[in-house]
Structures are given as C-alpha cells and as structure tokens.
C-alpha cells in the first residue's frame, strides 16, 4: 500500500512536466508580448527590447522550459509582471480560499446528492423519485454563474440574510458553495440513483434477500458499499470541474481566490502567474484522484488486493 | 398431505408494459420430509421462478404469482406478509444460487455472509462466542479451513465460493433447501465433490431438498423423485425407479436422455431435441411440446393433455391415453 502511494506521488513528477511544457507552449504562441503589454502601448521599441532581453524572452523555447522547470523543483515560479513579486507568495495566499470553496462544495454536493439518490433508487418510479430526478435535471442544465446571481438575489437582496459577496465569516461562503454544490450534487444524484438501481440488480442481493435481510439491512449492508465506488470516481472528477469551475463563482461573488488570480493574470498575460497557478491546480487535482484510489482500497477489497 | 412443502396449481408471469411471460402455468409439486427431488429442464423452463416464488424474492414489480397455492409446513406461504415471510427465508426455507461467482458480496468477507444468517436469525440469544463457533462449525461442515473467513470471496475459487454460499443456505440449520443449478457454474470434478458434499450433508441434517438442475446424471446421483418441467408446466412426475428403469416417458423426456452422451452406443452425434423451448409470451396450442415433439398427433395441436397416472409415474401426454388400454 505504502509502496504503491509513494509510486503514484512518483508519477506526479513527469506528468507534471508535460502538463508544463503543454501550458508553456501554448502561452508563447499566443499573440501578444508580455514585455510590451507591461510597458505600454506607447513605450519605444527599444525598452521593450531590452525589458525582452532582462525577462530572457528572446531566449529559444526549450532553454526557457528547462531554466521554468529547474525554478519550479526550487518552488520559485518567477517574479509577476504585474506586481513584481514572487509568484509563489501571491498564489499561496490565494489559495486557501479556492480550496475552502472547492472542499465545502464537494462535501456539500455529496452529502446531498449520495442520501437523495440512493433514496430516489430505493423508491423508484414513486412521486418523491420523480420530483429528486426532474429537479436534478433543472439543476444541472442551469449555468452555475447565473445560479449564482438568482441565489444572491433570493438570499442577500430580498431576504438579506446572506452576504452577497467577499470573505469574512463562514457565512460568506454559503451562496458560492451552494452555487457550486448544486448542480454537482444533481450530477452526483443521478449517478447514484443509477448506479444503486443497478446494484440492487445483482445476485448477491437476491442472495441477502434469500437469507431473510430487511430492506434496510440490504441498503446498508449489501448494496451501499458496492455502490460507492463508482459514484466516488465522479466525486473526484466533480472537485476538478469545481476547482476549474471557481473561476466563474470567484468572479461572480468576488472572492479572492486562485480563480480571480487567472483572471486577473490572463488580462495582463501575467505568464508567470498563469503558470504557477495552473501547475498547482495540476498537482492539486493529482494528489486528490490519489486520494480517491486510496479511499477505493478501503471500500473494495478486491482492489486492496492489487496494491500489495 | 403429509408433505412438507405442497405447490398447488401455482401460476407465475412477469409482466411488463407490453409484454406477459407466462413463466409458471399450473404446478403441482410436493416434497416430503428428507426427500429430494430433482426438477428437471431446459434453461427458460421457468424453474428458477418457480424456486423464488417459494421463498417469494421474485423480482419486484414484473414477477407476479396469479394463482395457486404454496404451502409450507401448514403455512401459506403466498398469503404470508413480509415480515413473516424474512422470518421463513435463510432459517426453515434456504436456497443456493446458480452462480457463486456473483452470488457472494464482494465487499464483505466469507465469515461475515455466512454469520448474518445466524444472528438473522437468532432466537437464542447467542453471545459472540456462540455466534462465531456455530460459522466455524459450518464452514468447517462444507469443508472450508475456519481460518479462512477472514478472506474475501474473490480470494476463494469457484468451487470453495460453491461451499461458502452452500455454508450460508446452512447456516441455520433449513428444512428445505432449494438448490438452483447448484454445480452449472462449476467445472465436472468439482461438480461431483459439491453434489456429493450436498447430499451427505442432506442426510445429515436431515433436511429436504428440491434440487434444479437441467443435468440428468445429477438427478440420477441423488433424487429420489424427479419432476421434468416443461414450458412452465410439470410433463412428468415419478420416482427414480420410474424415470431410471422404467422405459415409458413423455416424448420430451426421451429427448432429454437422447441428449446425453453414451460411451457404449457407437452413433457418431447426438440426438437432440430439434427446435427450441416455445415462446413465453405467446405458448402453442394444445400441448407446448407439440411443435417439437416426434410422436405429434392431430389432437396434441387442439387440446393441451390431461396427467395419466400410472402408480406414483405420472405423465402429462396423449400418447399414454392409448398405452393405459393396451
């Protein structure tokens, strides 16, 4: 078990590389110079030149990524264009609150969308299943932006329990949690509803039911265990979207989180910081599916197996 | 009757939006105390549905009985409410799948499968103690080391998985046990140490058992009446005596035997029955195996055949109008 975490966390090294060189290369085939754009549209060719020269942007493609690569294994991402501070600084402080947003929105979808769908499976056909699937498939075609904007309206406008946006308190966080947790907890509803229905199917139900277990005891004990894992796969796919996803919500509710750091960076073609960012997405989403397959070990024992 | 289990003209279907499978059309069966009784036939012959309506785990839904009756020990099993009916399944009435490949719950392991039916069950307050040596008793019963049940299922073979599910059907000690094609899954060795682990464990719990199966040598190793079902319907009943000695069978029961391969007739292929087992949803006239059937007469296409009795042989075909006058 140990021996296969610590070749997974091995894997993250080359896989990291290329997820660099991909960004790396298609920011430098984007129009624009970074140099110019930090200048100024009046600033004479000749500074721009020697801001080029200072950056090393004239430098051959493959001699920039190699001299990013050694800085990245150094934690150094470089200096921002915009700020001119280290790269790392800012991203770190940022970050806390992406994952915040990403970890509660998650929790929250799961804790929704696990209980409803396997409730959905259990009465299936029934008005309560219906009303949990149409809803579901509402939620989960409405853009989450625009979500968004009619929980801030209901919530912080009419209501005015809510803030509408900023961090603060822990109550700043409901509207965009929910924003994002909504429509992932549809997704993860269906999911379980199907894969539960589908699991309830299979001969070592009939095997519990011939036993003489209850219907709960077959819920629980049977079928629940069987039906997770695959409902955790998409769980996990479901925190890389949120993560992604929290450029939208960040934006949205103002929040200074990795998501508005992108946007703000991309106006700029702040190249260091797009960088930086994307890479700890990356790692970030990399070290979450470890997570998964660890949790799956201790769901499935079958696949414990393979891991000695 | 002084039987145990009585199965009185039940009929099942399934019913979907559009479609009814007329699976089970008028059964009669019983089974006395530490009898075996071996029901024989093709796949989609509606065995298997017969079994789950006995323990009732038909499929919810589209599985429905429509008529007849079950009786179990003076019990009416259809009329019997869930409640009662939990109380029945896995500790008077058990049954074994087919396939124990996917029979067993991968995620739990063997000793906690085989230990719920036993706290299920419990009318003795077992403590712990009491609880994992009755597990350890049984699965050493089935021939599994008891050090074992620590293991997953995936972590067994095919046969040894046969012994645990078998091990369960146990665990409390049944009546009955309903075994469905218990040894279909499993290659010809291990077929013949599970049968004959079955039978001597029959013989020594002195419980009763309806074994289905589609393998006449399986019947002729340990039955001591055999049911041949047809379409949903019993077209032959009789003792071991009447179906291995005796040489008067329906037509379809002579093609069965055809099917099996003899080591000392020298023809060089089979004789299989032609044509395929008749559609569920719309069933022939007059007799179901007549569009199959060699010896087909002009009345077998009209009217379905009464049972001939003959002793305790019973047949289900005009044919036998004609030999009970001879």
Known sequence: MYKYVLKRLLYILPILMLIILIVFSILNVTPGNPARIMLGADASQELVDNLNEELGLNKPLIQRYLGYLAGVFRLDFGISYRSQAPVFNEILGNFPTTIRLAVFAVLTSALIGIPLGVLSAVRRYSLMDMSFTVSALVLASIPNFWLGIMLMLIFSLRLGILPSGGIGSLSHYILPVLTMALPSAAYILRMTRTIMMETMRQDYIRTAKAKGASPARIIFRHALKNALLPVLTSLGMNFAQLLGGTLIIEAVFGLPGIGSVILKAMQMKDVPVIMAATIFLAVLFMLIMLLIDIMYAYIDPRIKAQFK | ?326
């Open chain 2, 1 to 326: 009757m002084g039987q145990l289990l009585n199965i009185k003209d039940l009929e099942v279907v399934y019913q979907t939006k559009n479609i009814v499978v007329e699976a089970v059309n008028g059964i009669n069966l019983s089974l006395g105390k530490k009898e075996t009784l071996g029901l024989v036939g093709e796949t989609g012959a509606g065995k298997t549905t017969m079994a789950l309506s006995i323990l009732k785990i038909l499929p919810e839904r589209t599985g429905k009985v429509i008529g007849g009756s079950i009786d179990f020990d003076g019990l009416p099993i259809l009329d019997l409410n869930e409640t009662e009916m939990r109380a029945i399944r896995g500790a008077r009435i058990s049954m074994i799948f087919q396939d124990p490949m996917t029979s067993l719950n991968p995620t739990l392991t063997v000793g906690e499968q085989v230990e719920e039916g036993i706290i299920l069950h419990d009318t003795e307050y077992k403590t712990k103690v009491e609880v994992k040596s009755r597990v350890d008793e049984i699965l050493e019963l089935v021939g599994i080391e008891p050090s074992r049940k620590k293991c997953y299922p995936h972590e067994f073979s095919g046969g040894m998985k046969q012994r645990v599910v078998i091990a369960m059907a146990l665990a409390c000690s049944p009546e009955v046990l309903i075994a469905d094609e218990p040894t279909t899954a499993l290659d010809v060795t291990i077929q013949a140490q599970v049968l004959s682990m079955m039978d001597d464990l029959k013989e020594k719990l002195g419980m009763s058992m309806l074994l289905i199966t589609h393998d006449l040598g399986v019947v002729a190793k340990i039955c001591d009446y055999v049911a041949v079902m047809y379409a949903g319907e019993i077209i032959e009943y009789g003792t071991f005596e009447d179906f291995f000695i005796n040489h008067k069978h329906h037509p379809y029961t002579k093609g069965l035997f055809g099917s099996i391969p003899n080591i000392r007739d020298r023809s060089k292929r089979l004789n299989p029955i032609e044509g395929l087992m008749p559609d569920p949803t719309n069933l022939p006239m007059g007799c179901k195996f007549h569009p199959r059937c060699k010896q087909c007469m002009e009345i077998c296409k009209v009217k379905p055949p009464q049972i001939y009795v003959n002793g305790t042989h019973r047949v289900k075909c005009h044919l036998f109008e004609k030999q009970e006058v001879e």
